[in-house]
């Protein structure tokens, strides 16, 4: 790509070195810029910048955070008892919007996965393992994805904790609500039949 | 969507007032950028913001430039009377790459389009039409895309210039190289047939 500017194709090498934009996404969203009042681009320049200097992650959960210790940290109305291990800030964001989980959560900023150089020492695992120790934590949810690298870091923390006398769980994996049994995958509808749960307790649901 | 921080807040919102990027994909790019090192975020925020601030229009041809006059403009190897007219910077990038036109361009800044409200008077044509009124160009090359819109300003432009005695030309339409006949759209097929070339002629290319 030739470039007619050096301030445009460093825009544009800049831009495209987020996930999935490429060289001709990077150009288009310049030059919208470039058609825009000045101050777009000032206003998002400027928040993106404050934000990377400014962020924080609470201290106990390692969610993002303006303060020390997150909003859900600190709220009183939570169940500390019970806590939901999720792999990023995009999870906590998901469950809190079903509105139906009142624990608390913790963030590993990642799985184990050794093809990209990840393993436990990467992720927040000791501090959670930390928590179980005080004592505090009643129940533990794993709330991965269910991939290899989900399970293999599931199972990981399960070793570590195992011998301490709290409840772990794992979110239902199912026939998605709404979906058509005959598109389901195999693994899928199999262990939505071995965990199948009393109809009773599903039309309360 | 309930952000933990309101700076990751800012950030997401800014950045999904880009065209094609929803709240989904602002907040995948954001978070990216918390797991890379701040130097990247600083560079990209440093590269548009110095972009959207220096960044010059060339004043003869109005394309993207770091001087007053692009490098395409004060080439003196290029023939300055065959101007190309098209839409934006892209079409000129997307030219340039071809190798094939050795003339210069003339960029208008978009399309006559009374739907979004954009007029000839928020385009460059009259500095076109006062190139052609001062005698230098000898033809004029419609360079825009084969929509209402293009036309329409393809007309609006010819109309203008029609007393002045040039040449004026459009790239031609047909179908694509390497493209099946059968899944060509009818006009696009039926034009190809109409101005098709000599034989010997093609074979040359």
Redesign the interface.
């Given at each position: 790509?030739?470039?007619?500017?050096?301030?445009?194709e460093?825009?544009v090498?800049?831009?495209s070195?987020?996930?999935?934009?490429g060289k001709r996404?990077a150009?288009?969203?310049?030059?919208?810029?470039?058609r825009q009042p000045?101050e777009?681009?000032?206003?998002?320049?400027?928040?993106?910048?404050?934000?990377?200097?400014?962020?924080?992650f609470?201290k106990s959960c390692h969610?993002?955070?303006?303060v020390e210790l997150?909003?859900?940290c600190s709220n009183p109305n939570r169940n500390a008892h019970i806590i939901c291990v999720v792999e990023?800030?995009?999870d906590?964001?998901a469950i809190?919007?079903t509105s139906s989980f009142k624990g608390l959560y913790h963030v590993l900023g990642g799985k184990i996965s050794p093809m990209d150089g990840i393993g436990p020492h990467d992720l927040n695992i000791e501090s959670l393992v930390g928590k179980v120790k005080e004592g505090k934590v009643k129940e533990l949810i794993f709330a991965l994805s269910s991939t290899m690298e989900g399970d293999t870091t599931n199972f990981y923390i399960f070793k570590q904790i195992q011998d301490f006398q709290i409840f772990t769980s794992t979110i239902a994996r199912g026939i998605s609500v709404g979906d058509e049994l005959e598109y389901a995958d195999e693994i899928t509808l199999g262990r939505s039949i071995i965990n199948r749960i009393p109809f009773e307790t599903s039309i309360k649901l």
């Amino acid at each position: 790509m030739e470039f007619s500017s050096k301030l445009l194709e460093r825009a544009v090498n800049e831009m495209s070195q987020l996930p999935g934009i490429g060289k001709r996404t990077a150009l288009r969203l310049v030059l919208h810029m470039l058609r825009q009042p000045k101050e777009h681009t000032f206003a998002l320049s400027e928040a993106l910048q404050t934000m990377r200097k400014d962020v924080k992650f609470c201290k106990s959960c390692h969610n993002i955070s303006d303060v020390e210790l997150c909003e859900i940290c600190s709220n009183p109305n939570r169940n500390a008892h019970i806590i939901c291990v999720v792999e990023d800030v995009r999870d906590v964001m998901a469950i809190e919007n079903t509105s139906s989980f009142k624990g608390l959560y913790h963030v590993l900023g990642g799985k184990i996965s050794p093809m990209d150089g990840i393993g436990p020492h990467d992720l927040n695992i000791e501090s959670l393992v930390g928590k179980v120790k005080e004592g505090k934590v009643k129940e533990l949810i794993f709330a991965l994805s269910s991939t290899m690298e989900g399970d293999t870091t599931n199972f990981y923390i399960f070793k570590q904790i195992q011998d301490f006398q709290i409840f772990t769980s794992t979110i239902a994996r199912g026939i998605s609500v709404g979906d058509e049994l005959e598109y389901a995958d195999e693994i899928t509808l199999g262990r939505s039949i071995i965990n199948r749960i009393p109809f009773e307790t599903s039309i309360k649901l």
